[in-house]
């Protein structure tokens, strides 16, 4: 028998990376808050980040929060909410300022103010000309918010449950609303089931980009918390747009963060040419991702790689002073000498496009709330970060934007699941609250097929990246979603080697691949909905914008479990984008 | 721009591991056991790991996290060196012979290569990791560059344990600060907004702080972030002495 363990909090938080700790941070001193994580806090992917986080400060040069919302919306190919994006970029500027109060070591300009940089896509005055407003701390942004955040986080006491996997939630009804009790968490360390009630739940699970092969992602972001939602019957947003990074190492997926182009680093196809300046000669290099790295892709597809298979291209830092790399990029260009064995100094470096970031996720509003529908919130639920989508980054986020996201709406989550917990009652526990998780538990450690959770793993990662990647067609979509039906197939198959209790990784993996399989067939199945090309979703059938029939959010549902055809058990439904100020233009850069 | 070096074909060839296997559920002893893997040059030893975890052996238990050297999660004992995984190549490592791994010393192994890291993570809390700054101040505080750059070197540390546990002091008394903690220690000693600069001093005085230290430089050898832990520690001597920052 498993032992089952049973807390109550007021609020409960899924998640320890930049989006979970700044809630927390909000709660914590509040309201009775625990954090559970799959991960050592520190350990979170926002560590990751490199380029920088924006804010309109104003410290270098003019700058404003309407122009800062304007490049957001447009970066977004118009299917941003653009009452979501005018928060972003009004309470950016404060964002900055909590993380600099709470200690984090941002560069600094020689009057000692916060510094800030070029980044892709962020300019002066509705697209004059690039603007510096990405704040940073070297090219270890992400990793200075991730220990600032711990550091505040031990400050105040939180209390952490670190290395738990939450692997469910509890729902149940509340004066005839469906509100979540509960998440049922897995403690790798014992095996053990723990029941964590509280009166809001916050999810900050981070994305899933390891659904693709060639990803920026660490290997445990497999989207479980999105996974979760999706499995309870409510909606998630946007899944098709998922941004492909134009530099990452080639053949590794590492990331090369933006800040080597806002820094003056070049694009160069085989030839040396800047091949950028055909495809936006305003701010060529500096365009955002979604051009980039589908100029890239092109540059490959039309012979022009570099390379013996001519299959990448090359970002060239020779030009820069080594002094000024050392100072600015010094983490990606030893990335750089570590793993591909290049000088950045003498020598450009080999790239190609790694899948990166999830604009699409769990709907939410301004508030945080999680949405059932498309206005119906589901009371007491929250989400933030990577997971959620509010939609402040619509068909494609522009960089520094997310680390920005993080913190704004992770405090407003944190805030307002505390303005619910202050008059919520803690929602009762259904009975067997822990059943579902060791069904799905024994389920695996039962399983004695002999299929491997490697090898579908696998097969499901090559067939996103040679079928939903930069370019999608009707028909590469649906080879996808035929491969991902086969892969369910054979998951029923498979079996695992590790029977233990104690840090069973190899059970996770297999838990984690189940997860994977859903997120990969709503992706592949919303991208073939959406017949059109916007921002990161760019389909060779459907070549242009199609603003009259698709300028809508997609929400998916899940109706049923999935029967092995093709999409059976998904149904597409469109919201209506929030349009304040800009309606939508060309996008020209 | 200079010439394009061409990545020629990356040669592959078959690894030995011998990697130190634990699990209480099976056995009290710890035992070695050894793997052949193909793999390529420019392979990471962790994707050594990978492989066997996924082609031979689902048991092989490990951390890891980023695969890129940031998230501090796979520090273990390579070759008797303390390295992250994910950032050790296999081609610069001795291939003729066995590479072994080992989980790294000093703390309780769990299974495999886990160990418990909660008294490292306690040192740490021990030192108060946090700014203490209790002006109010309506913008951002003022740091000058030449300020800022008085603690950069710190600030990268990513708490993989991997300088604690290659230290012999750690090694043999367990209540020692450790490498870790001190450096986290200076990386707000040396903020020149931080407050507690005296309070944290007074912390690392201690007969298990800082003059435990025998300066074998293990620590700065380990660290894969290229801190200078070993003159950290030393900074931090000398403030004892002084009596300030
Ligand atoms: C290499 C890289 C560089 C980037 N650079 C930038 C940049 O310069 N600027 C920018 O704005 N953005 C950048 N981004 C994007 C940005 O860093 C991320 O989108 C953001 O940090 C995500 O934060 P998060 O808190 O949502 O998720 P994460 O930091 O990924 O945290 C997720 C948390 O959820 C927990 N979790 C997940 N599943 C479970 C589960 N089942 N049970 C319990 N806990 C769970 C994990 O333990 C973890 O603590 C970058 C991303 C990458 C990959
Ligand atoms: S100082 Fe270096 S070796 Fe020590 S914990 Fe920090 S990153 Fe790891
Ligand atoms: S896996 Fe993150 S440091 Fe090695």
Redesign the pocket.
Same mark, same amino acid.
């Given at each position: 028998m498993t032992k089952v363990h049973h807390h109550e909090f007021d609020v409960v938080i899924? #998640? %320890? #990376?930049?989006?979970?700790m700044r809630a927390a941070i909000e709660a914590g001193p509040h309201a009775r808050t625990a954090v559970?994580?799959?991960?050592f806090?520190t350990r979170? +992917?926002?560590g990751?980040?490199?380029? #920088?986080?924006a804010a309109a400060l104003a410290n270098v040069e003019e700058d404003s929060w309407e122009w800062h919302t304007f490049d957001t919306v447009k970066g977004g190919d118009y299917l941003v909410d653009q009452d979501a994006a005018e928060i972003l970029a009004k309470e950016s500027v404060q964002a900055v300022i909590d993380l600099e109060n709470m200690g984090l070591p941002f560069n600094r300009t020689p009057d000692g103010k916060i510094d800030q940089r070029r980044f892709g896509g962020h300019t002066r005055d509705h697209g004059k000309a690039p603007v510096r407003r990405s704040c940073y701390a070297a090219d270890r942004?992400?990793h200075m918010i991730l220990q600032t955040l711990y550091q505040t986080c031990v400050k105040l006491g939180i209390e952490f449950f670190n290395e738990?996997?939450?692997?469910d939630m509890i729902m149940t009804e509340v004066d005839g609303q469906e509100v979540p009790a509960a998440v049922v968490?897995y403690d790798l360390a014992t095996g053990e089931i723990h029941i964590v009630r509280g009166k809001s739940i916050v999810y %900050?699970?981070? #994305?899933f980009g390891k659904i693709f092969k060639t990803t920026?992602?660490a290997h445990?972001?497999t989207g479980?918390?999105i996974g979760i939602i999706w499995r309870k019957g409510l909606p998630l947003e946007d899944m098709e747009f998922y941004q492909f990074h134009p530099t990452g190492l080639a053949g590794l997926g590492i990331?090369l963060?933006e800040a080597a182009r806002g820094e003056g680093g070049i694009l160069r196809n085989a030839s040396g040419e800047r091949f950028m300046e055909r495809y936006a000669p305003t701010i060529k290099d500096l365009a955002p991702r979604d051009m980039v790295a589908r100029a890239m892709a092109n540059e490959v597809r039309e012979g022009r790689g570099a390379g013996p298979n001519k299959d990448y291209v090359l970002l060239d830092l020779t030009h820069l002073e080594p002094a000024v790399i050392d100072a600015k990029l010094p983490d990606i260009t030893e990335f750089a000498r570590t793993y591909l064995g290049v000088e950045p100094y003498t020598e450009p470096v080999p790239v190609f496009p790694t899948a +990166?970031?999830a604009m699409g996720g769990i709907p939410t509003n301004i508030k945080a709330e999680v949405l059932r529908d498309n206005d119906t919130v589901v009371p007491g639920l929250y989400a933030a970060?990577?997971?959620a989508c509010v939609s402040v980054h619509g068909a494609n986020r522009l960089?520094?934007?997310?680390?920005?996201d993080?913190n704004v709406f992770g405090k407003r989550a944190g805030m307002y699941a505390v303005e619910y917990a202050k008059t919520a009652k803690l929602p009762p526990l259904p009975d067997n609250a822990e059943a579902g998780v060791i069904a799905l538990l024994d389920k695996v450690r039962n399983s004695k097929g002999d299929e491997k959770v490697a090898v579908l793993r696998k097969e499901l990662q090559d067939t996103m990246d040679a079928n939903a990647q930069v370019y999608r067609t009707e028909e590469s979509l649906n080879e996808a979603l035929n491969k991902i039906s086969e892969l369910r197939a054979r998951y029923e198959k498979i079996s695992i080697q590790d029977h233990g209790q104690r840090f069973n990784t190899d059970l996770l993996e297999a838990v984690e691949l189940g997860f994977l399989l859903d997120l990969a067939e709503v992706l592949a199945y919303a991208s073939r909905e959406r017949r059109e090309s916007r921002g990161g979703h760019f389909r060779e059938d459907y070549l242009e914008r199609n603003d009259d029939k698709f300028m809508v959010h997609s929400m998916l549902y899940r109706e049923g479990e999935p029967t092995g055809e093709i999409g059976a058990g998904i149904r597409v439904d469109w919201k209506p984008v929030v349009i304040t100020n800009y309606q939508p233009m060309e996008r020209k850069y | 721009m200079s010439d394009v070096k061409e990545i020629a074909e990356i040669p592959s060839f078959t690894v030995k591991l011998s990697i130190r296997r634990f699990d209480p559920e099976k056995s009290e002893e710890a035992s070695w056991q050894e793997y052949e893997v193909e793999m390529h040059a420019t392979d990471r030893v962790l994707d050594a790991l990978h492989k066997i975890k996924w082609e031979q052996d689902g048991s092989l238990t490990f951390r890891r996290s980023c695969a890129h050297g940031v998230c501090g999660s796979d520090a273990v004992r390579i070759n008797g060196r303390n390295r992250l995984a994910c950032k050790t190549l296999i081609k610069d490592l001795d291939i003729n012979s066995t590479i072994t791994v080992e989980p790294i010393k000093g703390l309780p192994v769990e299974k495999d290569l886990i160990v418990d890291m909660n008294p490292f993570y306690q040192a740490y809390k021990d030192i108060n990791p946090f700014l203490v700054a209790n002006d109010k101040p309506e913008k951002e505080r003022l740091q000058s560059p030449e300020d800022r750059a008085r603690y950069d070197d710190t600030t990268k540390c990513i708490l993989c344990a991997a300088c604690t546990t290659s230290c012999p002091v750690f090694w043999t008394d367990g209540q020692y600060f450790g490498p870790a903690a001190i450096v986290n220690a200076h990386r707000f000693i040396f903020d020149s907004r931080d407050e507690e600069a005296d309070v944290r001093l007074d912390i690392l005085n201690d007969k298990e702080g800082v003059w435990r230290c025998r300066t074998t430089f293990n620590c700065t050898e380990a660290c894969p972030r290229g801190i200078e832990v070993t003159k950290a520690i030393a900074e931090v001597k000398q403030a004892i002495l002084r009596g300030r920052p």
């Open positions: 899924v #998640g %320890a #990376g930049g989006a979970g559970i994580t799959k991960l806090p979170s +992917h926002t990751a980040a490199q380029g #920088g986080m942004t992400g738990f996997y939450v692997l968490a %900050a699970t981070g #994305g920026s992602n445990t972001l479980d918390g990331l963060s +990166h970031y970060g990577e997971c960089g520094t934007n997310s680390l920005l993080i | -």
